[in-house]
């Protein structure tokens, strides 16, 4: 059904670092599965990069839908293409979110 881009800031909930890296995130209105493509950030987490649950991310995302035939019903996926900017909650509060 298509594909949509966006900024936005999400608050992470649960990490994993398996080979698919879905995270659960926030976004302050609803919580969701995403995909990490961002491998440069995957890297400089792989390399040390302090990073735990509870960070604020600012991201684009590539929100994809479609209709699974199998199911009947209408899928949403989301990919975190780019992390732009990663900061602890207490940091983000000190700065303004839309930076």
Known sequence: LGEHKFQTNIHIINLSFKEDNKWY???GQSSFYVSVE???????????????KGD??????RREQY????EKKLKTLHFIETVIKHAKPKK????????
Request: aromatic share 14%.
């Open 56 to 61: 604020i991310l600012k991201v684009l995302i």
């Open 67 to 70: 209709y699974n035939e199998d």
């Open 92 to 99: 983000y509060i000190q700065e303004s979110l839309f930076d």
């Open 25 to 27: 995130v926030n976004d």
């Open 38 to 52: 961002d491998m440069d950030f995957i890297n400089e987490i792989n390399n040390g990069k302090e990073f735990s």
